[in-house]
């Protein structure tokens, strides 16, 4: 079923000439891999928000492009959209703003801790995961563990212990997060590394919101070779 | 001497790089100021055969010499060059054309000095495609192998001294620095079975030696110092290979942006950053050593003494200031070894009450005081080696003590032989420790002059043991 996914994804990357691949199309392919993302809808036509009637409110929307890959740093997504008739005023907004570039729409998660977790394939060693504490802080802390893929579940016991902020996972506070929904998504990553690991340079996944029940991923950026 | 392999093929060429049967220099002289003549002097202590080959003289030291190599009327296992760079190529045609087993390019001058000299490099490598000829360097004091008394290394023998025959094989990427570790292992009577300088790399690489170190039964430990990854995959198969038999420590240089940039400029390596390097290391049980002198304590302990199972330590110590010290590194996980302090058994701490002071102390660490006697240490030593809740031992050796002899240190040498707990011994003093550190490395009892190092061995120590039950599927260490 992934397979039809990232067609997809290979054909954006060819028609467009741009190895950024947008998250629109990254997000349908890591559901497909058994990895929890947010309930969404894609947004090609201003029509196509009708569908957004499935959705539960809030929600967020983001402007999807290989040419707009920070987000942010654009005035691309906007959170804590409460109902239907602000989302179709915004959404007109980022089509004027963004050249009619697609959107996506999705449901907005809580959490209590924000993890990354990313495909890196490394010069020297292949293909390689990595997970890190902190979303948008890892990089500054650089709290991170990496391994060569595959990786097994102990594998993934063992670096979720190299990380400073482990206790994070392991009840400190009284912070409740899934730990295991977050090391089977690690595990998927590894999968999907071993499987698409020719096609793909690196795949981000930050952050991934943990809560009581789930991990789930909220942003990803996939860059192919 | 052992016997050059009578197999074909790249494999057991690399033996006669190690092990040959007979050797060449080209390049050799009979002036002792040159290089040429620097190394021909040190080949005579080789005993195989040796031919040297020089263009201009008839004789080196009454020896004939040969115009070429491909003049020796018998056949030649290994063939050292020390001429300039750009008389290399003609010399390596000449040895294809003799059927030489393995070459060593001395001669500097060739990718890290720039375009031209890479120029230089690709002609040689394309003159290797179709041979299975192997090719050590360029830009390499070549090999040190204590058991052959094969040494083609130029730096002076009193200057750089070379360490005695043993069980780590060294593999370096670096000459300036090899030179000084191997001065340090003679001092410290660090055995090595072989030294290998890979210079630039241009054929013969670190996967090569690994390969050939993980089958040579007396390779005990296999220590490398590199600056780029030849082929980082294979590096890691090979590791992997390995490392359940025998241990692999490694020394990667270059491993900041501006690091490896540095690594670029030194040897002409492609060398980047990685960030995976890390993990990659301990999925392979490889042991990553930080500097030189990490290099050398991992790997000396990893060959003198055995894995230690857990994580809890006992210090021994007959001056309470260094068993505090050493407590905080052993709990350290940033600095430290992120270890435990061992909880001594009630029946061990009942046993060290019997033959110590009252005034000393019987919980970890074990303090016995300025008045402690050899009979004492001897005691302690062997209770903690019993108790169930301790995996290592770090002892402090106390020689300033008035009530201590000599025979301490022998009570310290047999305990770190024959006890069933891995023991890291610390000295710490001037010109008498010194005197007494050195005799106790005579034997072959790696002995710390400071805490912090005498710690993170052990540490790797219990790196090692918890890769071997990893390994074996007996789960988690303690």
Aim: glycine content about 10%; overall charge positive.
């Amino acid at each position: 079923m992934s397979e039809k996914y990232f067609k997809r994804i290979l054909k954006h990357a060819s028609i467009t000439g741009s190895k950024n691949i947008p998250e629109h199309l990254v997000k349908p392919f890591l559901k497909s891999q058994g990895i929890t993302v947010p309930r969404f809808i894609v947004v090609e036509e201003i029509s196509d928000l009708r569908k957004a009637g499935r959705l539960k409110f809030p929600v967020a929307l983001k402007v999807s492009s290989s040419r707009f890959i920070h987000k942010t740093d654009v005035g691309g997504v906007l959170l804590n959209i409460r109902g239907m008739s602000e989302l179709k005023r915004s959404a007109v907004a980022f089509r004027k703003r963004f050249k009619d570039e697609p959107l996506l729409v999705e449901e907005m998660v809580g959490g209590s801790v924000d993890m990354i977790c990313g495909l890196i394939n490394d010069d020297d060693f292949g293909m390689c995961i990595m997970i890190g504490v902190g979303g948008i802080y890892t990089e500054i802390y650089k709290d991170i563990s990496t391994r060569v893929i595959p990786v097994s579940r102990e594998d993934v016991l063992e670096m979720i212990g190299e990380l400073k902020g482990r206790a994070l996972l392991e009840g400190f506070r009284n912070i409740r997060v899934n730990r295991d929904a977050f090391v089977n998504l690690v595990l998927r990553f590894s999968e999907l590394g071993e499987e698409y690991g020719e096609y793909i340079l690196g795949l981000d996944a930050n952050p991934v919101i943990l809560n009581q029940n789930s991990a789930t991923v909220i942003d990803a950026k996939m860059v192919l070779k | 001497m052992s016997s050059c392999w009578s197999g074909k093929g790249r494999f057991s060429n690399l033996n006669c790089l190690i092990h040959p049967r007979s050797v060449a220099l080209v390049g050799a002289s009979s002036n002792k100021l040159k290089i040429g003549g620097i190394m021909w002097s040190y080949l005579q202590s080789f005993p195989g055969r040796k031919h040297p080959v020089n263009i201009k003289q008839e004789t080196i030291d009454g020896v004939k010499a040969y115009g070429r190599v491909s003049d020796i009327p018998e056949e030649v296992d290994l063939v050292v060059i020390a001429v300039p760079a750009r008389n290399v190529p003609s010399v390596i045609d000449d040895c294809i054309k003799k059927g030489v087993k393995a070459v060593i390019v001395v001669s500097a001058g060739f990718g890290e000095t720039g375009e031209e000299g890479r120029k230089l490099e690709d002609e040689i490598k394309s003159k290797l495609a179709n041979t299975d000829m192997v090719l050590l360097g360029p830009n390499t004091l070549g090999v040190y192998v204590p058991g052959e008394s094969l040494d083609t290394m130029f730096v002076l023998r009193e200057k750089s001294r070379r360490p005695p025959d043993g069980p780590i094989a060294y593999v370096s990427q670096s000459g300036a620095s090899a030179s000084g570790f191997m001065d340090m292992a003679e001092y410290h009577q660090y055995g090595i079975s072989a030294f290998v300088g890979l210079g630039n790399k241009l054929d013969v690489n670190e996967n090569d030696m690994l390969e050939f170190f993980s089958n040579d039964d007396k390779t005990k430990v296999i220590c490398m110092h590199i600056e780029s990854f030849a082929d980082g995959k294979r590096l890691l198969k090979l590791c992997r290979e390995t490392t359940p038999r025998k241990p692999v420590v490694i020394l990667k240089a270059g491993r900041t942006e501006a690091g490896a940039r540095a690594a670029m400029l030194h040897t002409g390596s492609m060398a980047k950053p990685s960030q995976a390097m890390d993990g990659a290391f301990k999925q392979a049980g490889v042991v990553r050593a930080n500097d030189l002198l990490e290099l050398f304590d991992y790997s000396r302990i990893l060959a003198y003494q055995k894995p230690m199972f857990g994580p809890n330590v006992v210090v021994v110590t007959s001056g309470g200031g260094y068993g505090v010290i050493a407590t905080d590194y052993i709990e350290d996980r940033n600095v430290g070894g992120g270890l435990k302090m061992a909880e001594l058994s009630l029946n061990s701490k009942k046993g060290l009450r019997e033959k110590l002071p009252s005034f000393a102390s019987v919980d970890n660490p074990i303090d016995l005081t300025g008045n402690v006697t050899d009979e004492m240490f001897d005691h302690v030593l062997k209770i903690v080696n019993k108790d169930e809740n301790t995996d290592g031992i770090l002892a402090f050796l106390l020689l300033q003590t008035p009530y201590t002899t000599d025979r301490l240190i022998e009570i310290a040498w047999w305990w770190f032989k024959n006890g069933e707990k891995p023991m890291v011994p610390c000295i710490i003093g001037g010109l008498y420790s010194e005197k007494v550190i050195r005799m106790l490395e005579s034997r072959g009892m790696p002995v710390y002059p400071d805490i912090r190092r005498a710690v993170l061995s052990l540490r790797v120590l219990y790196e090692r043991g918890r890769y071997l039950l990893k390994i074996r599927g007996k789960g988690e260490a303690r």
